[in-house]
Nanobody, 114 residues
Framework: QVQLVESGGGLVQPGGSLTLSCAASLSRFRDYTMGWYRQAAGKQRELVADITGGGSTNIADSVKGRFTISRENAKKTVYLQMNSLKPEDTADYYC????????WGQGTQVTVSS
């Protein structure tokens, strides 16, 4: 059974930083494009960033220059480094693995508030 386990969410003040991690139990991790999505209250889930097995990244304009996605294939883990956080970054953040099938994590909450 595939599991994506997110960690690292929490409460942070505006301007602060957080790093999210997602550990995947995927036998062919390198084949998967790994991504982070977020869903704020009352809004649709949106792509934040994704990264291919080879390391090519795609970053949403709303977080470009503030968020960085990376992965360690040997550890089957993907990270989202979030800097200069804003209140509008408040959302549930979900890890996604996409190859032939989409897998989702349970989500981790990020709250940016003073």
């Amino acid at each position: 059974q595939v599991q994506l386990v997110e960690s690292g969410g929490g409460l942070v003040q505006p301007g602060g930083s957080l790093t999210l991690s997602c550990a995947a139990s995927l036998s062919r991790f390198r084949d998967y494009t790994m991504g982070w999505y977020r869903q704020a209250a009352g809004k649709q889930r949106e792509l934040v960033a994704d990264i291919t097995g080879g390391g090519s990244t795609n970053i949403a304009d709303s977080v470009k220059g503030r968020f960085t996605i990376s992965r360690e294939n040997a550890k089957k883990t993907v990270y989202l480094q979030m800097n200069s956080l804003k209140p509008e970054d408040t959302a549930d953040y979900y890890c996604n693995a996409k190859f032939l099938i989409n897998y989702w994590g349970q989500g981790t909450q990020v709250t940016v508030s003073s």
